[in-house]
């Protein structure tokens, strides 16, 4: 069986803009119902529910660009515990968030639903 080609999301479509009320946490919550990639191991396609949310600092992520990279996956072949954690690792470099959750809820394959969530906390500074 051949494997799907390799096409590596890029990290560069993310954006982000200045967080128009830093002094304040406040929760963003954004919902991708509609993502998918390829299965490394029969290069089916795996279907997946995005849950991403945060608490910016300095930057918030810009929607458009996104969507744009949440596509990027759809020829690549990666497993969901990966594919997850890239999501959360590419989030983090492009706005530094005080806090983020990413959730990939995967669709039914083979009688099996797989659910991944991954968690960052920024380290606050302790000096005042």
Same mark, same amino acid.
């Given at each position: #069986?051949?494997?799907?080609?390799?096409?590596?999301?890029?990290?560069?479509?993310?954006?982000?803009?200045?967080?128009?009320?830093?002094?304040?946490?406040?929760?963003?919550? #954004?919902?991708?119902?509609?993502?998918?990639?390829?299965?490394?191991? @029969?290069?089916?396609?795996?279907?997946?529910?995005?849950?991403?949310?945060? &608490?910016?600092?300095?930057?918030?992520?810009?929607?458009?660009?996104?969507?744009?990279?949440?596509?990027?996956?759809?020829?690549?072949?990666?497993?969901?515990?990966?594919? @997850?954690?890239?999501?959360?690792?590419?989030?983090?470099? &492009?706005?530094?968030?005080?806090?983020?959750?990413?959730?990939?809820?995967?669709? &039914?394959?083979?009688?099996?639903?797989? @659910?991944?969530?991954?968690?960052?906390?920024?380290?606050?500074? @302790?000096?005042?």
């Amino acid at each position: #069986m051949s494997s799907p080609e390799k096409v590596e999301p890029q990290r560069a479509i993310l954006e982000s803009f200045a967080n128009p009320n830093p002094q304040r946490d406040y929760e963003i919550d #954004m919902h991708c119902p509609e993502f998918t990639c390829l299965c490394p191991k @029969t290069g089916q396609p795996d279907f997946a529910d995005f849950r991403i949310t945060y &608490v910016a600092d300095e930057k918030c992520i810009e929607l458009k660009s996104l969507k744009i990279y949440m596509w990027s996956f759809r020829d690549r072949g990666a497993f969901h515990e990966a594919v @997850t954690n890239q999501i959360m690792d590419d989030l983090i470099a &492009v706005c530094d968030p005080r806090y983020m959750q990413v959730q990939g809820a995967f669709y &039914v394959r083979g009688g099996i639903t797989t @659910t991944i969530t991954v968690e960052h906390h920024k380290e606050r500074s @302790t000096e005042a």
